[in-house]
């Protein structure tokens, strides 16, 4: 028994599920880089690589701790870290993870350090910027950046890649076909003058779903790993893969006239059956979720959430439903519920996702 009654339970047939299901729209010989930042997009992004790992070709990870927690793991692939700094380089070095270059501040960085120490056909990732204007080169840099690489064996270039700024949009087709087809002439480019071919990516999820020609070398799979397409049809071919449960902690009949909660924003208009749940804004469950905008599932009924979210609990109303304390409850457990949820967060799935804090305790089922 798990002594922590608040726990997210990671589905890992789920994860292999959807991978497979990415897998067969893709090239046989098109790789797979999967996704773990940000803990796994608020799983567990160790676990999710230990499920995965002889599955896909790569993992990237945003930050440099991410990719050592991976390391540190046991995990041996080669992890692409998007977004290095140039403190963590010497880090980044020890723990053999592979620096995205995007910019000439931490291109040069690193070829000052791989000179200094130094280091022979160190593998780099190159990244162009094509229109999302967040990190990247610009085309214009491809000359300089050629006869920097020129001038060093001390690294060697792993890949070529970009990010669209809306795959996801249909409406915005002709300007994603527009960054596809200028990310192509910069590889081009740089396939010229280099004298070697580094692989090449530039598609997310959505990508991979809206623009399968694009897939080049390689894809980025995140969100697709953890259950969710760009629309309700791709969605249900997925399963989900983050379960959030916790059980009834108090039980409470109250009587009109009485409140719930902070600020008594609950007020009974007859008499009510109050359950209290051990989670909270400070889980990542917000505030927009009270006053009955969020509900969560009791013995599969639902029961809307009254009052504040407190910062360690909420409180349920569950007159109508038959139940006791240490019951189990459902805050979600399927995609349809997160999606509601951050529709009502005025959010998308990756905030609701990434928001889990880390109190949660997280757990694996095989
Ligand atoms: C986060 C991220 C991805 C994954 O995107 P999804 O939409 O979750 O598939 C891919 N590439 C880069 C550069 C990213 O930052």
Redesign the pocket.
Known sequence: MNNHVTVLEIDANAVLHNLNYFKQKLQPETKI?A?V??FG?GSDGVEIAKIIQNEVAYF?V?YTDEGVALREAGIKNPILV??PQKQNIPTIVSYRLEP?LYSFKIFEAFLEYADNVPLINYPIHL?FNTGLN??GFWHTDVPNILSELKKSNNVKVQSI?S?LAA??DLNEQEFTVNQINNFAYIVKQMYEHLGYEPMIHI??????INYPKAQFDMV???????G?GNDDQETAQLKNTHNLKSIISQIHLIQPGETVGYNRAFVASKPTKTATVPIGHADGISRKLGNKNGFVIINNQAAPIIGNVCMDMIMVDVTNIDCKEGDEVIIFNHQQQIEYIAHKCETIP?EILTALSQRIKRFVKS
């Not at 598609?203 to 991979?208: A, D, E, I, R």
């Not at 980025?220 to 953890?226: A, T, V």
Request: hydrophobic share 45%.
């Open positions: 880089l996704v930042k940000a997009y990237a945003a998007l977004h995205n990244k967040r990190l890649f990010h795959s996801e598609l997310n999820t959505s990508g991979v980025r799979i995140g969100i697709g790993l953890y969710f990756y």
